[in-house]
């Protein structure tokens, strides 16, 4: 007989598994169908592109990944999928982290003007710097998410499955993992918002200057430096829920686990919906799906 913690998870993993993996898939398909027709994909698209590429396999992970620990654990190669588990949400929280700088990085470039002198040379080979950022930034979360060594012992006492964690982490690789896992992308987000929003309050000021002042730039700046942000507070709530759920002791029938678990499924939805009122094409293709034009 299942509880009424366990029914609520049951029910917010076959809400949210169709709900995110119909959002990427938008954003995916409107892409897709750019490309189909000849018309070739932007810096910006193509990061959003992987972005919504990599929030659709989080969605099926996590709806997976949900599954098994809120059922699962009593089998018995539940400690290796339990780690295996663990392993892949960091690297899943890192990855956005870089997919954020990379995304914050092509609309400074873009949209930023005037660039400090550093980032003009940058700013001209935008186009070919795309791929080898995707590269490593998948390259960084891989490389980051493997020095950390759990161990974990499961065990089930009245119908109550609880797991305990032995975090063993090298300072040196702890240090590491914060360093270029999370610290390094947010800082070069922050970098980007930072000057974003200096441009914008430039382009503030010259209209109040000059009512007759208008620039089509200033829309984009303002929907990109909201996007940057909600990104990367996304990005901290996620990273904050996964190491809440790893914090000892486990215990998978609390309130506050089916609390982290209903974050942790939401987050491909709410960086989805991020990424589709951040961008023109995808939020225009969403408006006429849902007011079809007579």
Not at 52 to 77: D, E, I, K, R, W
Not at 82 to 101: E, N
Request: proline letters at 4%; glycine letters at 4%; aromatic letters at 10%.
């Amino acid at each position: 007989m299942l509880s009424a913690l366990q029914v609520i998870r049951a029910v917010m993993l076959i809400v949210t598994w169709p709900c995110g993996t119909i959002l990427n898939s938008s954003i995916i398909a409107v892409y897709l169908s750019d490309w189909k027709k000849g018309v070739k994909l932007g810096e910006c698209d193509q990061i959003s592109l992987s972005m919504g590429c990599t929030n659709l396999l989080l969605q099926c992970f996590v709806t997976l990944g949900v599954a098994f620990l809120s059922y699962g654990l009593h089998l018995p190669f539940a400690v290796q999928v339990s780690f295996t588990v663990g392993h892949i949400y960091l690297f899943f929280v890192f990855l956005s982290f870089w997919l954020t700088a990379s995304l914050s990085t092509c609309y400074c470039l873009r949209l930023v003007n005037p660039l400090p002198k550093c980032f003009i040379q940058l700013k001209r080979r935008l186009s070919r710097i795309v791929t080898p950022l995707l590269v490593w930034s998948v390259a960084i979360s891989s490389i980051t998410t493997v020095p950390m060594n759990w161990t974990l012992a499961i065990a089930t006492d009245q119908n109550i499955t609880t797991m305990s964690y032995n975090i063993s982490v090298n300072v040196v690789h702890l240090i590491f993992e914060t360093a270029f896992g999370i610290g390094l992308p947010s800082i070069i987000t922050s970098i980007c918002i930072l000057l974003s929003l200096i441009s914008l309050l430039r382009h503030i000021r010259r209209m109040k200057q000059n009512p007759q002042f208008g620039s089509p730039q200033l829309k984009n700046l303002i929907r990109a430096c909201r996007t940057m942000f909600l990104l990367m507070a996304l990005n901290l709530l996620f990273f904050l829920v996964i190491l809440s759920s790893a914090l000892p002791p486990y215990s998978g029938n609390t309130l506050w686990q089916t609390v982290i678990y209903s974050c942790v499924m939401l987050t491909p939805s709410g960086q989805a919906t991020v990424l589709i009122f951040g961008n023109s094409k995808v939020l225009s293709a969403w408006s006429k799906t849902l007011v079809p034009q007579g």
